[in-house]
């Protein structure tokens, strides 16, 4: 009995074996922070303007659906792309915590997009985004409580702070960018470009298992 139960321990320790000897800090990833997030973590850092990352959303839906218990898949919204002005692009993250909270969430995630780079409209102010809402089912009085409540805009600071504080590291470039744990950054430049969104998954779930 011993033995079968070491057989099977040997057996689920070869994939993070095989990953370990695959993926090499400063090439398929580098460190970008001292220390790891209190719970484990994958951060996208992404924009509604952005094409790649309309371009990513699923496979980022699928990776978030693969992470293993107790790690959660974060969406963090940015300010600096040249579409809108930082301000209009803050509101815009207020809206996306809004979303979050809200049983349509995926589907409120898919219309923003779609209005911004498909119908090209401008959500820049809080009644365009009132209106895209109330479109998806959401009750436009409720919406504008939860874009003035503490918890949203405490929640979308801290998207904004943790986004300048990975500016500051030289870690966040441009959109899409994935860190995991607050300190692993995904090259995706060097990731296999035959099978790139299966190396993509495989380097975060490796990645989660480091200290």
Do not use: W
């Not at 370990?20 to 951060?43: F, I, L, Q, S």
């Not at 959303?57 to 699928?62: A, N, R, S, T, Y």
């Not at 919204?77 to 301000?87: E, I, K």
């Not at 441009?174 to 998954?201: C, H, M, Q």
Request: proline share 4%; net charge positive.
């Amino acid at each position: 009995m011993k033995k079968f139960i070491s057989m099977i321990f040997v057996a689920l320790m070869l994939p993070l074996a095989a990953n370990a000897a695959k993926y090499e800090e400063g090439k398929h990833y580098t460190v970008v922070n001292d220390t790891v997030t209190a719970t484990p973590e994958v951060r996208e850092f992404f924009s509604f303007y952005c094409p790649h990352c309309l371009k990513f959303e699923p496979f980022m839906k699928d990776l978030a659906k693969s992470l293993p218990a107790g790690a959660k898949f974060e969406k963090n919204h940015v300010d600096f792309l040249r579409a809108a002005s930082p301000q209009v692009q803050f509101q815009i993250t207020q809206a996306l915590v809004v979303a979050e909270q809200l049983p349509q969430k995926e589907q409120l995630i898919a219309a923003m997009f779609e209005a911004i780079q498909v119908q090209r409209l401008p959500l820049a102010t809080i009644a365009d985004l009132r209106k895209l809402f109330e479109k998806n089912g959401v009750d436009g009085d409720q919406f504008e409580k939860l874009m003035k409540s503490f918890g949203v805009n405490s929640k979308a600071k801290q998207m904004k702070k943790i986004q300048d504080e990975m500016s500051r590291k030289g870690a966040l470039t441009g959109v899409p960018t994935i860190i995991v744990n607050g300190k692993y950054k995904v090259e995706a430049r060097n990731l296999s470009r035959s099978d790139f969104l299966n190396d993509y998954k495989n380097v975060v779930l490796y990645l989660l298992t480091l200290k």
